[in-house]
Each structure stands twice: as structure tokens, then as C-alpha cells.
């Protein structure tokens, strides 16, 4: 997070120079303008400014500056602090060089005075005399003193109407003018003759400390010299746009203007007011350019049917002050209502964003892109994540760097996170949390993700269990971003943008057909696309190009098109935090129910792939009311090639594999699991004569989208799987039946596991998280009261496989560890494997389960201290598979994953 927020103006920072109050260096870039009040004396190069006294500032200070004020003090040569991101260079010039470089907060003299609030996301810094330092942040402000001979620290914090009657004029600024500065510049005259320049937007303010303003207007207006600078220093850095917010007949519309397309946009959101219930969103695409003020119509089109769909609205500007005047009618014009908008901030959307962090973790990188070669017409500029939403037009808003630095003592190092403990950790310590839709987002930085299955996790949002509202929190696991070597770098600020585009509901490049309703693809199958949304190692270029590399040559840091019109202008319950649940567009919130949302009309399947490979769905094909679905995967080579690479991860929860599921009705939609990792890269392996296939299960009767097989009958499950050389392979159909219940016992037992809760525990195998207590106590009496049921085992199996395994809560005072119960989790993974080995194919688990629940009870014997017991569950499985007859290659992988198991234990014990 950088300690200054990013600017709304063309250029960077305002250097004042002490020759003349009003001569000041206006720097943009590696560039800067020379002015006075009165003219512009030269545009050039910063090395060469003040006869390159400058010259020789290391990057990213000679070229992304965020900030700078010269030290106001008699000593010669002149000192100057440059600022970038949350790093500071204390410069002398005339080639003295650096006197300090590092944090701001670690200045020797002031950065240790900064107080907590004024850590990160201040709007601008403006030095005074005599070592004193004046920090902006809304309407208020902080001074320090800092003298090296002493100081009295921070000796006033608080609004700026409050810096005394000797300072009375700050009580006269202009509402529209009163905070949220751009930058300060102090211009001294003689004595306590005070005065400030002040700049916010395309409008600028000269101010009388003791008197008020003296002038105010535009840059020209108030300064020639300004007024003189070269064009790129007008033209603003943030969209061309604003958020503007009126009421009317009991409505409340907040209304986004957005000029930065070669046609206006509008949208809006309207509410009740009183109360604040949703009721509508819309967009304006304007018929031609408009240049303000205007009168803008165009298309409409709204999020739900509505008796007044002509729309037309009148801008004035888009700085503050201005005005939007929304007009609502029946089609023919009757019945108008009008909602005169106030201006109220710059930015389209405003999300409170609050950070959390393990203890030894990093908070989110800052990037200058003058780290790396740039691609053609990209700026010299640092890159937050806040800066990186500021230019699409959404503001991330934080009260500090970190909110909750959580210790880990008592609770081991480099702790795994499953979904369920994020989840129950963001719901116990986002202090904004609540179950409903809001612009709120929360994040914490963990360690590294429990699920290994999808690979190795960079970042995830993970919030979507249950029925709960959902897109709320997303983590990164700082380990593994340590283990990559990528810590601090351009792809861990990649992993954090991207995880948040998921929270706003963008989904991967290449996924958006998984879109309800699908959206289209981008360029060579989405792989094409220069996005945040976009995995590096996946690109395919125009020319043939392809991988990280290539994406990072060509990448301007950016959204697409479609991305950009998303996040801007996106109906409400589709973007909101807590809205729609993920990848769905509908904006109304009835149609965000798994039965009524719209079938993929067809499914077309993709051109024959090359890649040697062969996918297969099979396993059981009849499922009695109730019965968790699971089907099994198996990757093979097709007989065209002896050996061909594939990635090895087949779980739904990857980026590799899709499942198709269409239901009775001849509905086809994408299962989409309850959440899935973004990995960092895509391991390869190559298939052979000495491993010609991959095999993997996957539980389909609960995701993202509710309950799968809700309703009795067959349905056609198809999958389709991204091979290494970019091609798609598509499974045949796998048909499988779901019954009705045959008893009344049947009935009972199927009902105790088809709640959101049980499906969400079924997909998580367990979880302590207390949202979940109502399904865990259904799983309980399930075994209480139908103990010899087919359907008990389930339970069993959840139960046990949670009980084997610690469980993690975050709290304010740290983290606490539930250990893991190894009695019970003896006890209930002991009853899934005699059930499924009585019984056969007639019930207990599939394979692929039966093979990964009894290692995992081999793990709860070796934990209790009884390695004999271990080996002899773990020599039981080979025994298990052999007498099945299972081909010798997949015998010969389960033995192995036996002896791994088995070496993992002894060196443990």
C-alpha cells in the first residue's frame, strides 16, 4: 500500500524551490516543468532540471514520484524528500546524494512522529518551516516537527478548520475545495506571512492562512504558469468520470458518469430512501461525444422490468461542485421524475478495504515499471493495488496498512488454511462483516493453502460457503509466494489484483463460457487476453508467442474492455461485495437460484484435440436420494502417440477441468465448486508406457450454485480438460440416475445430507466453522439414528477426516488451534473402510475416496503413536486394490503412494 494515495492530476508532485515562492519544479514522470507564477521557464528531463543538480536520483525516485517537498531549512545545498510507494529518498542535491533511502515510516527524524492514520493512503505532503511537516488526509491534517537537534513529534492532528485562529483562513476554504487535495505546495513570504497552493483535479486554490483564499479556479486561472504547462500535465491520470448521488419520490439514485470512451456511459443504482433497499440498476450508452455540459441519451438498458424506462441526464462537470440531473419517464414522456445528483467523489465506486495479516507476512507489493523493460506507451509509474483499481475508477479505501497484524505463537509455524478456516476467520475479525451485500471486502494474508489437490495456491477468494452472501473475502499465502521467489514482485501484486477481480466477480480470461449466462471469449480462447485476469503462463500472443515472458513484454498492467465495463458499470447485485454469487450475471437477486437460471442453450464441443490425450468419466452411474455424487476421472493416452505431457491435476477445483451437468429438465450448466485456488504454474507430466493414465475424483452434489442433483432422474455429466498444448479435450457423456427415496427411512436419511450445510461439509470434508454447526448436527443424528444406513458412511468419513486434522480460528488475541482428535478420527475414517470393504460396490465410497481415507487413517495411527497399526492399514490398501484386480500401472501408483505415506510417518515419528 503506498503512503501517498494516487493522483487524480496529470502530473506527479509540485516542488517548490526557495528562490521565489512561486517558482517550482512540476514534476510528471522523469520529466518536470520549470514555472513561475507568471510563465512556464522549461520542460525537460528532471536529471537535467537546476543545471542537474538532480541528476544521478536512483529509480524509482527519477522517475515515479508520488510526492516531494524541499526541506525548509538554511543549510546549503538544497534537500529534498522524494517519495514512491511507502519508500522515501532524502536527496541533496548538486551530487551529495542520498541521506537516507528506505520507508517513510523509517526516517531517522520524521517518519517515526507519522501517526498510525497517516501511514498509508494520505492524500499529499507538504513541507513548512523550521523541519515541520504537514500531512493531508480527507479534511484533516497532522503536523510534525522534527528537527534533527529534537522535536516535538506530531503536535497537531485533526481537521483542517482547527489549526488555530492564527491560521483562521483554513475555516474559509470552499466546500468544494475543503479536502481530499491532489498536492500542496507551501509558499512563504516574509515572516509568518503564510500561503498555500493548493490542488485538486483541474482546480487549484491560493490560499491566505490567515485570511482564506485568495483565488480559485483553474490551474490558469490562478497561476499563468500552470496554466502554461505542457498538455500531458492537464490531461488526468484517472478516468474521465465521477460518482454523483440524488433522491426523488422516496428513491435514492447513485448515478456513475463516465466520459473516457469515445461515447458516453452512464449507469446507476437506485434504492430506497428511506432504507436502502435495492431496487434497480441501469446503463446509458450515450448516442454521440458530448463535451461539458451536456445532455446525454442513448440505449438503456436495466437490471429489472421497470414502468419508466426513458432516461436522459444533464452533466455540468465532473469535479466537485458539479451536478448530474437524471430524468426518469414512461417511454412516451410521461410521468417524469427528476433526481437532482450532487458531485461526490471522483471515483465510480468506493470499497472499504480491510487487511489483516499473519505475523511475518508481507502486506501487498508496489511495483515501478521501471523495474523492467516496458511495453510500448506504457507510463513510468508505481504500481499498488490501490493505484491499479484508481485507474479503472474504483477506489479501495483503507483506514491503515494493516488493520490486525496476528501473532502465531503457541500455534506452530507456516500453518495450512483450509476454506473453511478462512471463511470462519474472516467472519470472526473483518470488523465490516456482515451477511448481506455491502462494498466491503476483506483480506488476509495466511501462510499457505491446506489444499493441496489444485496445486500450488498463490491467492484465492474463498468466500462462498453455504447460502451465505459471498465474494467477501480473499487471502494470499505469503509462503508459497516466498517458496516462487516472487515475494514483493510484479506477479505477487499480479496475485493480489487478480483475487480482488474475483471478489468483484471477474472471472478468469479463459473461463467467462462458465459465466451464467456464458460471456465470450477474448483472443485464441481467452489465452490471448492482456489481463490481470489472465494467467501468465498461459498467454498465446498474436504472433505466435507464448508463456510469461511474452505476457509480461506485452502487458500494460490493464483490464480488458469487457472487464473495464464491469467493474464501472456493472448492475449492482452482479459487482457488489456479498451480491450475486460468483461468475453469475444475473442482476436480479430471484434469478440467482440454480433452478431458474437460464440452461446453456447448447453445448457445442470443442474441435478434436492432438494432444494424444484421452479423458473418461465413470464410475457409478445410480445414486439413491441423498447419496453424495461423486464421479471418477481418468486421463489416458488415446493410442495416437506413445507419450504425450499432461497437467496431473483433474480436481474441478483447478484451472484445468470443467464438468458439465445437464440436468432432466436438458438444462446444461457448469458445475462450479464451492471454491476455487488460483495456482501459480502448471506442473507437467509426461504419460507413458510406465504411467499411460491419470486418475482423480470429484464431488459434484454441491457447489457454488447449490445442491446439483436436487431433483430425482438422469442426468449427463461431461467434462472437458485444457491440455499443455492449449487444446480442449472433451469427455463423452457419463449418464447417471438419481432416484427417488424407496422407504421412508431412505427418505429421512437423504434429507439429513442434502442441506447447503451438509453439502458445503461434504465438499470441504469437515470444518469446525460455527456458520456450519446446523450441518454438522445433521451429519450427527444422521449416524445416531440411522447408524446401519448406506448413507451413514458419508458422515462417518467427514467426520473423521476433519476430527484427523487441526483446526484453525483467528482471533484478535492470535491464533488458536483445535488439535487433532486422533481417537475419534481412528473411530469414524475405521467405520467408512470396514463399511466399504463389507459391502463392496452395494455401498461405502469409490475408490479413489477408499484409497485417500485410508491413508488418512493410517496418518491417525501414526499420530496416536501407533506406527505398527499404520503400516498396517497402509499394506491393507495395496492388499485392498490388488485383489480388486485394478490395472498394474494404477497398482503400481497406489503402492507408491503407500511407501511415501509410510516414509512421511516414520521420519515424523
Known amino acids: ?35 513561475t507564477q507568471e510563465k512556464l521557464l522549461s520542460e525537460g528531463p528532471l536529471a537535467q532540471a537546476f543545471f542537474g543538480e538532480l541528476a544521478g536520483m536512483p529509480e524509482p525516485f527519477a522517475g515515479c514520484t508520488d510526492a516531494a517537498f524541499e526541506v525548509m531549512v538554511t543549510e546549503y545545498p538544497r534537500r529534498s524528500i522524494f517519495i514512491v510507494g511507502d519508500q522515501c529518498l532524502d536527496w541533496v542535491w548538486n551530487g551529495h546524494g542520498a541521506k537516507y533511502q528506505g520507508p517513510v515510516t523509517g526516517h531517522p527524524n ?27 488526509k480527507g479534511n484533516r491534517c497532522a503536523i510534525i516537527e522534527w528537527s534533527p537537534q529534537g522535536s516535538r513529534g506530531c503536535y ?131 448516442s454521440q461525444p458530448v463535451t461539458l455540459p451536456a445532455t446525454i441519451t442513448g440505449t438503456v438498458t436495466f437490471a429489472n422490468k421497470t414502468e419508466l424506462p426513458k432516461i436522459s441526464v444533464v452533466v455540468d462537470k465532473l469535479s466537485p461542485g458539479g451536478t448530474a440531473t437524471l430524468t426518469r419517464s414512461a417511454a412516451d414522456g410521461s410521468w417524469p421524475t427528476t433526481y437532482t445528483c450532487a458531485y461526490v467523489s471522483r471515483f465510480l465506486r468506493t470499497i472499504d478495504w480491510e487487511v489483516d495479516a499473519m505475523a511475518g507476512t508481507k502486506p501487498a507489493p508496489q511495483y515501478a515499471t521501471t523495474s523492467y523493460p516496458r511495453p510500448p506507451g506504457l507510463a513510468k509509474k508505481l504500481l499498488t493495488v490501490q493505484s491499479v483499481y484508481a485507474e479503472v475508477g474504483i477506489e479501495l479505501r483503507t483506514s491503515g496498512a494493516v488493520v490486525n ?39 488476509f494474508i495466511a501462510t499457505r493453502y491446506a489444499e493441496k489437490t489444485v496445486g500450488d495456491t498463490r491467492g484465492i477468494m474463498f468466500d462462498y460457503l453455504g447460502e451465505s452472501s459471498q465474494r467477501q473475502g480473499m487471502a494470499v499465502f505469503h509462503s508459497n509466494l516466498v517458496d516462487e521467489g516472487i515475494a514483493g514482485t510484479r506477479q505477487e501484486l499480479r496475485t493480489w489484483v487478480h483475487e480482488i477481480g474475483h471478489a468483484l466477480n471477474l472471472t478468469h480470461s479463459f473461463e467467462k463460457t462458465d459465466a451464467v449466462p456464458p460471456q465470450p471469449l477474448g483472443p485464441r480462447g481467452g489465452y490471448g487476453d492482456l489481463s490481470w485476469m489472465n494467467y501468465p503462463q498461459n498467454y498465446q500472443g498474436p504472433n505466435g508467442e507464448k508463456g510469461t515472458d511474452a505476457f509480461w513484454a506485452a502487458f500494460a498492467y490493464q483490464f480488458t474492455a469487457n472487464e473495464l465495463q464491469h467493474l464501472r458499470h456493472g448492475f449492482y447485485h452482479n459487482i457488489v461485495l456479498g451480491g450475486n454469487s460468483y461468475e453469475t450475471g444475473a442482476a436480479d437477486r430471484a434469478a440467482d437460484r440454480a433452478a431458474d437460471r437460464p440452461a446453456l442453450e ?76 488460483c495456482g501459480s504454474r502448471d506442473r507437467r507430466i509426461t504419460l507413458d508406457a510406465q504411467t499411460p493414465a491419470l486418475y482423480d475424483s470429484a464431488y459434484l452434489g454441491f457447489g457454488a450454485d447449490g445442491l446439483t442433483f436436487a431433483q430425482p432422474g438422469s442426468y449427463r455429466l461431461r467434462a472437458l480438460y485444457r491440455a499443455p498444448d492449449g487444446s480442449t479435450l472433451t469427455s463423452p457423456e457419463h449418464t447417471i440416475e438419481v432416484s427417488p427415496p424407496q422407504s421412508e427411512q431412505d427418505r429421512q436419511a437423504g434429507d439429513l445430507l442434502m442441506g447447503a450445510q451438509q453439502g458445503t461439509l461434504l465438499a470441504l470434508l469437515g470444518s469446525d466453522a460455527p456458520q456450519l454447526a446446523e450441518g454438522n448436527a445433521a451429519l450427527d ?5 440411522h447408524p446401519d444406513h448406506p448413507l451413514a458412511v458419508y458422515a462417518h468419513m467427514v467426520k473423521g477426516t476433519n476430527a484427523g486434522r487441526h483446526f484453525l480460528t483467528l ?69 485392498t486394490f490388488r485383489d480388486k484386480n485394478v490395472p498394474p500401472p494404477v497398482l503400481a501408483t497406489i503402492a507408491e503412494q503407500a511407501e511415501t505415506t509410510r516414509t512421511e510417518l516414520h521420519d515424523q515419528a
Do not use: C
Not at 500500500?1 to 519544479?25: E, I, S, Y
Not at 498510525?116 to 523541519?131: E, F
Not at 488454511?417 to 466491503?440: C, I, P
Not at 443424528?781 to 439414528?785: E, F, M, P, Y
Open 156 to 286: 497537531f492532528e485533526g481537521p483542517l478548520t482547527e489549526l488555530g485562529t492564527a491560521h483562521a483562513g483554513w475555516r474559509n476554504l470552499p466546500a468544494d475545495m475543503s479536502g481530499d487535495f491532489d498536492h500542496a505546495a507551501f509558499l512563504q513570504g516574509g515572516g509568518a506571512f503564510y500561503r498555500t497552493l493548493l490542488i485538486k483535479g483541474d482546480r487549484a486554490l491560493y490560499l491566505d492562512w490567515n485570511t482564506g483564499p485568495v483565488v480559485v479556479g483553474s490551474y490558469a486561472q490562478v497561476s499563468a504558469g500552470l496554466g502554461a504547462m505542457p498538455a500531458e500535465y492537464h490531461r488526468p491520470r484517472l478516468p474521465a468520470a465521477g460518482r454523483f448521488s440524488g433522491t426523488a419520490d422516496g428513491e435514492r439514485v447513485d448515478l456513475r458518469v463516465d466520459l473516457t470512451g469515445p461515447l458516453p456511459v452512464i449507469s446507476g443504482d437506485t434504492f430506497t430512501d428511506p432504507g436502502d433497499e435495492y431496487l434497480n440498476s441501469f446503463v446509458l450508452k450515450g
Open 110 to 136: 520524521f517518519g517515526k512522529h507519522i501517526p498510525p492514520a497517516y501511514r498509508s493512503d494520505i492524500d499529499t505532503v507538504m513541507q513548512l518551516p523550521n523541519h515541520r511537516t504537514m500531512l493531508f
Open 811 to 879: 482471533g484478535k488475541n492470535g491464533i488458536g488451534v483445535r488439535p487433532a482428535d486422533t481417537d475419534t478420527s481412528i473411530e469414524e475414517l475405521g467405520a467408512v473402510v470396514q463399511t466399504t470393504l463389507d459391502t463392496g460396490t452395494d455401498a461405502g465410497v469409490d475408490n479413489i475416496t477408499l484409497n485417500a481415507t485410508m491413508r488418512r487413517l493410517a496418518r491417525a495411527h501414526a499420530r496416536a503413536g501407533d506406527l505398527k497399526q499404520a503400516d498396517t492399514v497402509l499394506d491393507q490398501l495395496v492388499d
Open 405 to 443: 497484524e496476528i501473532g502465531v505463537e503457541g500455534a506452530g509455524a507456516d500453518l495450512l488454511w483450509s476454506d473453511a478456516e478462512l471463511h470462519a476467520a474472516m467472519v470472526s475479525n473483518f470488523s465490516g462483516h456482515r451477511n448481506t451485500e455491502q462494498w466491503k471486502l476483506w483480506s
Open 602 to 677: 447448447r453445448f457445442d464441443p470443442p474441435p478434436a484435440s492432438r494432444s494424444g490425450l484421452r479423458l473418461e468419466l465413470y464410475g457409478r452411474d445410480t445414486f439413491s436420494h441423498g447419496e453424495p455424487v461423486v464421479t471418477e476421472i481418468k486421463l489416458s493416452l488415446d493410442g495416437s502417440t506413445p507419450h504425450a505431457d499432461a497437467f496431473p491435476n483433474l480436481s474441478p477445483r483447478g484451472d484445468n477441468l470443467n464438468i458439465l451437468v445437464t440436468d432432466p429438465a436438458g438444462a446444461i450448466r457448469p458445475f462450479r465448486p464451492i471454491a476455487r485456488a
Open 1 to 35: 500500500m503506498g503512503f501517498v494515495r494516487a493522483k487524480t492530476t496529470g502530473f506527479d508532485a509540485v516542488l517548490p524551490t526557495r528562490d521565489d515562492p512561486w517558482r517550482a519544479l512540476v514534476l510528471r514522470e522523469d520529466r518536470a516543468a520549470f514555472i
Open 781 to 785: 443424528q444422521l449416524i445416531a439414528t
